[in-house]
Structure formats: C-alpha cells, structure tokens
C-alpha cells in the first residue's frame, strides 16, 4: 500500500513540475539583449533581439561592435570591427523541466564582420563570413528584466558575452 501512494505522490509531483514549467519567452514575443563580450581583439558592445517562433524556439539577430589598438611592426594601429549576426536557439526548460525565472539555451548564429584598418596597415586582419556556436542561460530577475551569460565561439565573438535582456 505504501508503495501506491509513494507511486501518486511521485507522478504528482513530477506531473506538476511539466504543468509549471514555460517557456521564459512566450511564442510571438519578443526581447531584446545588450552587452559586452570577450575577445581578443578588444571589448565589443552588442544589441540584438530574440523572437520565439515556438515555445521552445527563437531566432534573432545582433550588431555588435568593438575597437581596439594594435602594436604590429613598431607602429600602433586603430581597428574597428563591426559584425552582424543571426541565430537559432533551442531552449532547454520544457525538456529539462527548468523553473521560468531560468533560460537555457543553445543554438547556432551565422554572421558577416567588417573589419576596418587604416589603409597603411599590412597585418592580415580582413572580414569575412562566420559560422559559430553557442550555449547560454538567464536568470530574470523581475517579469521583465533578465541577466544573460553566453559562451560561444566561430563568429565575432570567440569567448562570450555578458549582459542584459529584456522582455518587451
């Protein structure tokens, strides 16, 4: 008999957890992100947008941009590299059972980055076309607001990101 009710209570609970568990970004909604990265070639700032197309799906896009100053044969250069980006997310809450106040996720982006140098400059910095990876996750903070970690790689960013996201 005990075994029953350990059986009820188990699959009540678990039946709860899924019944609890939402998407963090409800379908058609939108959010937008913003932040700094890492990378080796200085501090890049980005702004982007996330659209959920399902409840476990979004895709979005993001401009980012950075400046730095390189030492290459006896000389110091400024360079400015501007990348845009889009991406897919598969988001792991409803397959992992994650609380709404958490998001994680992983995904692809594609991108394009333009790199600027003077025009005396020889060093072989050019732009191109990326194909990258990325895993990340939120925690909001309110209904609205959102704290975003990233890590990632292959594209304009190849460490990561830290930053804002909020619901609009």
């Not at 998001?103 to 990326?130: E, M």
């Amino acid at each position: 008999m005990k075994k029953k009710y350990l059986i009820a209570t188990i699959a009540l609970l678990l039946f709860s957890g899924f019944a609890f568990s939402q998407s963090p970004l409800p379908v058609g909604n939108t959010q937008v992100n913003l932040g700094v990265g890492l990378s080796e070639w200085g501090i890049p700032f980005y702004i982007g947008f996330d659209y959920s197309v399902h409840k476990d799906i979004t895709v979005g896009a993001e401009f980012s941009y950075r400046s730095y100053k390189e030492h290459w044969n006896d000389h110091y250069y400024n360079h400015d590299i501007m990348g845009f980006s889009g991406n897919g997310n598969y988001h792991l809450n409803s397959l992992l059972n994650i609380p709404q106040k958490w998001d994680f996720y992983a995904g692809l982006n594609l991108g394009f980055f333009v790199w600027t140098s003077p025009d005396i400059y020889d060093g072989n910095h050019t732009s191109g076309i990326g194909l990258g990876a990325q895993i990340g996750g939120r925690y909001y903070i309110s209904n609205k607001i959102g704290l975003n970690l990233e890590f990632g790689g292959g594209n304009t960013f190849s460490g990561g990101k830290f930053g804002l996201s909020i619901k609009l």
